[in-house]
């Protein structure tokens, strides 16, 4: 096997890499760059040995043990500092954010029962298969990738990491749009029960919400520096899903039958049903994956896996209960955000309403961090997370960021839409897609022809579903937009 990437100079720059290139020759991979060369001897999972081959100047960072020799790019955020336990909390966070609220009308809804259940059981085995898939990739070849677009761009070529990049920004922005509107619709939720006078719409309290995750994001510089602030997301979490669980669970034994059939003509009911499935894919995947994993100390790959079990297993049973619960206590009824469909003392109301708010502000932070790492890199915004050049730059950079996503959020506020467009484009890309070629390329050597052909079975359907599901998600879009205005209040 024989390969060369060698990306210009500006490009790795922008990345915040130093300046190099990787050759492959057979299984021996060469770092170059930066005045010297590693030699990695690996076996095509990255792991091997590495001596220093020659040459002067600022040393790699290198992380050498008796088994892996690991190149380690450049970042302005601190890496490799966190427990599996912290990390499984990250992607908890982000299954049993606000989102969760949503996913019985949403998907519940849309699919009926059957469809409902079977797609969520399936949609968790698949999502855990390609996350493992990704996880494992982490120190492919030598180096250490801690950016979704550093592995595209390592197995592929420069425009692979561009493309990756898009595809990640577009399906980031999308989520952290979501999470303004679940933050907006939350604090509308608390208003509307103390007064419900139609004074205050559904925008104000998006732009609300914007300045809070605004202020959020100025304050905590990095993924790791959200710490204690895990362990009060997943409490948010938990009152939520507990208050709307157990007043969704009174609401239904007190209410006459409901009726589960799916709501719609033929045709409508087709695509909604394809919609539904880049719902249940968007409800597992976070779409970087590689980002969260360069915050886990080493063993890299061993304790991510940890931290994936931890979230498809107990990570996603509130998700599950509540979503479950929330369809059988008001059938086809169900509201895209099941706060607003159920009945109970108006403090319990006020105080679930509360936590999703604030549990969204923090889940945003994870969502948007990705940028955050970049920005910082490309600026060089290292050191005291408090000194005047840094913090001036949160404020004007990523206020900004947050004042374009809120924007957006206000102007098209159809939040189902929006998990289902989102699914499409990026999660189904980036999440399977990608996944999938990515191990197929990276360990062509070591599959058998079945494997192989399993591989790109799955690109080839994820491929087919990707496509039919924008589809239907811009069909909705189109089909909201007429009977909604911008800058709805629904």
């Known amino acids: 096997m024989s390969a060369r990437w060698s990306p210009s100079h500006k490009k790795e720059k922008e990345a915040g890499l130093a300046l190099g290139s990787v050759i492959f020759e057979e299984e021996r991979v060469l770092l170059l760059g930066g005045g010297e060369e590693v030699a990695v001897e690996v076996n095509m999972d990255g792991r091997g040995t590495n001596d220093v081959v020659g040459g002067s100047g600022t040393p790699r960072k290198v992380h050498s043990d008796d088994h ?219 779409g970087m994956l590689p980002e969260i994993q360069a915050t886990v100390r080493q063993p890299v790959v061993e304790n991510m896996m940890k931290a994936l079990y931890f979230q498809f297993t107990l990570g996603v049973l509130p998700m599950y209960a509540v979503t479950f619960m929330g369809y059988w206590a008001y059938g086809a009824n169900t509201s895209t955000y099941l ?73 098209l506020p159809f939040l189902g839409d929006f998990m289902s467009l989102t699914g499409a484009i990026s999660t189904f890309p980036l999440t399977f897609i990608l996944a999938n070629h990515m191990y197929l390329v990276a360990k062509r050597n070591k599959l058998t022809s079945i494997q192989k052909s399993w591989h790109w079975l799955n690109v080839c359907f994820f491929g087919c579903m990707s496509v039919a599901a924008a589809i239907a998600a811009l069909r909705l879009i189109a089909v909201d937009s007429r009977t909604y205005h911008v800058f709805a209040d629904i």
């Open 68 to 286: 892996l020799a690991v190149e380690v790019p450049d970042t302005a955020h601190q890496i490799s500092s966190d427990s599996w336990l912290q990390a499984g909390f990250v992607l908890t966070t982000g299954i049993n954010s606000a989102y969760v609220l949503g996913y019985s009308g949403t998907v519940m809804v849309p699919l009926g029962w059957i469809g409902g259940v079977v797609g969520l059981i399936l949609a968790t085995a698949i999502s855990l298969y390609a996350n493992t898939l990704v996880a494992k990739l982490h120190e492919f070849g030598g180096k250490r990738h801690i950016r979704y677009r550093d592995l595209a761009g390592f197995i592929y070529g420069g425009k692979a990491y561009n493309l990756t990049w898009g595809l990640q920004y577009v399906n980031l922005f999308m989520i952290n749009v979501g999470f303004i509107i679940l933050a907006g619709q939350a604090l509308k939720a608390i208003y509307v029960l103390f007064r419900d006078d139609h004074e205050m719409k559904l925008p104000y309290f998006i732009a609300i919400a914007g300045v809070a995750c605004a202020l959020f994001a100025i304050g905590i510089p990095h993924l790791s520096a959200l710490g204690v602030w895990l362990g009060f997301s997943t409490f948010f979490s938990l009152v939520y899903i507990v208050v709307g669980f157990a007043l969704a669970l009174k609401d239904g034994m007190e209410a006459p039958p409901r009726d589960y059939n799916i709501p719609g003509s033929t045709t409508s009911k087709i695509f909604t049903t394809i919609g539904s499935a880049a719902n249940l894919v968007f409800a597992f995947n976070t």
């Open 339 to 411: 706060l607003n469909n159920v009945h109970g003392p108006v403090w319990v109301k006020a105080l679930a309403n509360i936590s999703a708010f604030l549990q969204t502000v923090i889940a945003l932070h994870i969502f948007a961090s990705p940028m955050y790492e970049y920005l910082d890199t490309k600026y060089g915004i290292k050191g005291n997370a408090l000194s005047l050049r840094n913090l001036s730059f949160r404020v004007v950079v990523r206020g900004g960021y947050l004042a374009a996503t809120t924007f957006v959020s206000a102007l």
